[in-house]
């Protein structure tokens, strides 16, 4: 049990076609004044970007604006600059980012996602090179979460099967969570446990429409991105969205030399974290096929080598008691369970 168990969640969550034109009128319901920062992913100025500079302008916010290229050259500006807010436009980094950036400054953050990669959408945590831990750290939840339907449309195929690569890996994180609970008596709550779970049965469930990349598939992975960030919200840490399936994908980060995106590597850790705890992984890997996302080494262009490698190393990654166990798995068991789930030939 927490006691007390501190719940901090975000106030407003519009989505839908066009919405990126309403964050300024959001930005003031919620009572936000003065300045704005704005910080603009690698996508670079396009239409979204303007259509949110005008917005806030049009709403007499007082708007500063960056492009992301060097990190801390970056959040040095941002503090700097002293804003009242916060605002990211782009893909996992650039929110990571003005998360980090409001939550040090003890300022509001609102989200503005430009792909549905990932679930940082709507949780508090960030993941950052700069914070030089291999695994994302708690901040605070973003106070807006703005998805425009259109934009997220507009973005590659990849990234939305990514982002259901790692709404999938919540089936294993959830088991992995149990029995950390079980064996090791770690707080487990079954509200936010429940609440991932279900995002990835509702990926399941329309597959095929978020394969043809359906606007109907495509909501339903922005809203069980957002269900995913409550659910961490709820839960007070990563535990019922983060398990052994993303300790493989943080150890293959650090090992490869060309690593794939976050989710495409959780996916496949899925696959093979679901086999050890004894579920239904077949259907985790039909399912990432059905949508498009990678489901073996040569998808994801890494070699078998690494692989396995960061199957050995990944209970290593943090203090998180998974089906790794304390020891982890030897050379042979790792070979044995990529082979088996035929993840390397
Ligand atoms: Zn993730």
Redesign the pocket.
Same mark, same amino acid.
């Given at each position: 049990m927490l006691d007390p168990h501190d719940i901090e969640l975000p106030r407003k969550i519009l989505i839908g076609k066009g919405v990126i034109k309403n964050i300024g009128e959001v930005a003031k319901s919620i009572g936000l004044s003065g300045r704005a920062y704005v910080l603009l992913g690698k996508t670079g100025r396009n239409l979204a970007t303007k259509d949110v500079l005008n917005s806030l302008t049009a709403c007499g916010f007082d708007v500063v604006d960056n492009d992301v290229k060097d990190e801390e050259e970056l959040l040095r500006h941002v503090f700097d600059t002293k804003p009242s807010f916060v605002v990211s436009v782009g893909g996992g980094m650039t929110i990571d980012l003005g998360k980090y950036a409001a939550f040090k400054l003890g300022v509001p953050f609102i989200s503005v996602p430009t792909a549905a990669s +990932?679930?940082g959408i709507a949780s508090p945590m960030v993941s950052l090179k700069i914070l030089k831990t291999p695994y994302s750290i708690k901040a605070r939840p973003p106070i807006a979460i703005i998805a425009d339907v259109n934009v997220i449309m507009n973005a590659p195929h990849k990234l939305l099967a990514s982002g259901c690569g790692?709404i999938l890996?919540k089936l294993t994180a959830v088991r992995d969570w149990r029995l950390a609970h079980i064996l090791k008596n770690e707080y487990y709550g079954e509200y936010a446990a429940s609440l991932a779970e279900m995002s990835a049965k509702l990926v399941m469930k329309n597959a095929r429409l978020i394969g043809a990349h359906k606007e109907e598939g495509v909501r339903v992975v922005i809203e069980a991105l957002v269900s995913c960030g409550v659910a961490m919200c709820i839960a007070g840490s990563s535990r019922p969205?983060?398990g052994s399936e993303?300790m493989f994908?943080h150890a293959l980060d650090m090992i490869a030399p060309k690593p794939a995106l +976050?989710?495409e590597q959780?996916g496949v850790g899925a696959i093979m974290m679901a086999y050890l705890h004894g579920i239904d992984w077949k259907r985790i890997k039909k399912t990432l096929e059905v949508i498009g996302a990678p489901t073996t080494a040569k998808e994801l262009g890494i070699e078998d080598e690494y692989i396995i490698r960061a199957l050995v190393e990944a209970h290593k990654i943090r203090p998180r008691y998974t089906i790794l166990g304390d020891t982890g798995l030897t050379w042979e068991a790792a070979e044995r369970l990529a082979k088996v789930t035929e993840v390397i030939e």
């Amino acid at each position: 049990m927490l006691d007390p168990h501190d719940i901090e969640l975000p106030r407003k969550i519009l989505i839908g076609k066009g919405v990126i034109k309403n964050i300024g009128e959001v930005a003031k319901s919620i009572g936000l004044s003065g300045r704005a920062y704005v910080l603009l992913g690698k996508t670079g100025r396009n239409l979204a970007t303007k259509d949110v500079l005008n917005s806030l302008t049009a709403c007499g916010f007082d708007v500063v604006d960056n492009d992301v290229k060097d990190e801390e050259e970056l959040l040095r500006h941002v503090f700097d600059t002293k804003p009242s807010f916060v605002v990211s436009v782009g893909g996992g980094m650039t929110i990571d980012l003005g998360k980090y950036a409001a939550f040090k400054l003890g300022v509001p953050f609102i989200s503005v996602p430009t792909a549905a990669s +990932h679930d940082g959408i709507a949780s508090p945590m960030v993941s950052l090179k700069i914070l030089k831990t291999p695994y994302s750290i708690k901040a605070r939840p973003p106070i807006a979460i703005i998805a425009d339907v259109n934009v997220i449309m507009n973005a590659p195929h990849k990234l939305l099967a990514s982002g259901c690569g790692d709404i999938l890996a919540k089936l294993t994180a959830v088991r992995d969570w149990r029995l950390a609970h079980i064996l090791k008596n770690e707080y487990y709550g079954e509200y936010a446990a429940s609440l991932a779970e279900m995002s990835a049965k509702l990926v399941m469930k329309n597959a095929r429409l978020i394969g043809a990349h359906k606007e109907e598939g495509v909501r339903v992975v922005i809203e069980a991105l957002v269900s995913c960030g409550v659910a961490m919200c709820i839960a007070g840490s990563s535990r019922p969205c983060s398990g052994s399936e993303h300790m493989f994908s943080h150890a293959l980060d650090m090992i490869a030399p060309k690593p794939a995106l +976050h989710g495409e590597q959780c996916g496949v850790g899925a696959i093979m974290m679901a086999y050890l705890h004894g579920i239904d992984w077949k259907r985790i890997k039909k399912t990432l096929e059905v949508i498009g996302a990678p489901t073996t080494a040569k998808e994801l262009g890494i070699e078998d080598e690494y692989i396995i490698r960061a199957l050995v190393e990944a209970h290593k990654i943090r203090p998180r008691y998974t089906i790794l166990g304390d020891t982890g798995l030897t050379w042979e068991a790792a070979e044995r369970l990529a082979k088996v789930t035929e993840v390397i030939e």
